[in-house]
């Protein structure tokens, strides 16, 4: 996609160093003896009319990081400042004021919409919980079943008699009832076929140049992220390892995460093909994370200095990137990890620890 995104001095967004663990066990007096880190010290923004996409792995904290800006769930350390407001600890009024301006579409239709609810009265309710009247409810959901390219009669349907593209659109109009700024996708498209992928994916990107809105737009398909997002976020084991223009990231990754992501995507053109590369092990346990950077026990490239120091992000032009390739090595030094893995293929040398 075009990398081209808001120029906006304000982001619409704002997450400053945001932590949540959740108890994983406790012992026989009911004290808790051991934390699941899904989210550690994550920072992204996002301005009006910009999709940021956040890509990992199943387990990687995406969703978790996404009901925290949403307030579904609160934030153990860190800020969350919505249009230049400070949401972090916001309840009651506060809390449901700043929901007018931030909504969120679910990757399950069938479960996030009532089947036994008309699809008008789907769509009507976020309006009726803020007070509108029952003649603007009205005048309002008509228009919204128009945004998202279905007709005046499905508004008398229930939600159950819908495909699973068309619940879809009733959760996306559901989401922009109340107008907000800022919309989180959480896998909108991951449960529909291709063909519906690409048409609820080409409604997004309409609906968001009409009304200028911002989407975190979270998926573990790349392809997708970076089809529709002007910058992309790679998350694993709980943080943020790369930051950047969609098309940097997407043709020339930084993290050898990212690139094994990326690797492991079918690709129709054989000359374009990346070469395969094979993870071993699975993700470690957010329960135990390895010392270090997160990802060393399944890194090629690992350095002793990885299995000691957890790295941070640092910038290199666009991009942001936590790795000890690039500020330690240093081999990369901001170049892509495709660089590094030809130096290495004609002789180079490994690098120091």
């Not at 896998?187 to 409604?203: C, G, I, K, R, Y």
């Not at 590369?277 to 990885?306: K, N, W």
Request: hydrophobic fraction near 40%; charge should be negative; charged fraction near 25%.
């Amino acid at each position: 996609m075009n990398t081209t995104g808001s120029t906006a001095s304000t982001p619409i967004l704002e997450v400053s160093e945001v932590s949540k663990s959740f108890p994983a066990s406790k012992d026989v007096f009911g004290r808790v003896v051991a934390r699941l880190q899904a989210v550690v010290e994550a920072s992204l923004t996002i301005n009006p009319g910009e999709t940021l996409g956040l890509v990992g792995e199943s387990g990687s904290g995406k969703s978790t990081l996404g009901r925290l800006v949403m307030r579904l769930t609160d934030v153990d350390a860190g800020r969350i400042v919505l249009d230049g407001d400070d949401i972090t600890e916001s309840n009651g009024p506060e809390l449901r004021a700043a929901r007018r301006k931030m909504q969120i579409v679910f990757q399950d239709p069938q479960s996030s919409l009532d089947p036994n609810w008309l699809v008008r009265d789907i769509i009507a309710e976020p309006l009726r919980a803020y007070g509108v009247s029952r003649a603007d409810r009205l005048s309002a959901t008509e228009r919204l079943l128009a945004d998202v390219g279905l007709e005046h009669a499905h508004g008398s349907r229930y939600a159950s008699e819908f495909s699973g593209g068309q619940r879809q659109r009733v959760a996306i109009a559901r989401a922009l009832a109340l107008e907000p700024n800022l919309v989180v996708c959480d896998e909108p498209v991951s449960a529909l076929d291709v063909s519906t992928q690409a048409q609820v994916l080409s409604l997004l990107e309409a609906l968001r140049d009409r009304r200028n809105l911002a989407y975190l737009f979270i998926a573990h398909d790349l392809a997708v992220v970076h089809h529709i997002s002007h910058r992309i976020a790679v998350m694993y084991l709980g943080r943020i390892v790369e930051v950047g223009p969609a098309d940097d990231v997407y043709n020339r990754p930084r993290h050898p995460y990212t690139e094994a992501l990326l690797s492991a995507m079918p690709n129709p053109k054989p000359a374009s093909r990346r070469q395969r590369i094979l993870l071993t092990g699975e993700m470690p346990s957010p329960v135990d994370p390895p010392p270090g950077c997160r990802f060393q026990t399944r890194c090629a490239h690992a350095m002793d200095l990885c299995r000691r120091v957890e790295p941070e992000l640092v910038a290199y032009g666009d991009v942001e990137v936590a790795c000890h390739l690039h500020d330690t090595g240093p081999e990369l030094a901001g170049a892509s990890v495709t660089e590094i893995s030809r130096g290495r293929s004609a002789g180079s040398a490994a690098p120091a620890s």
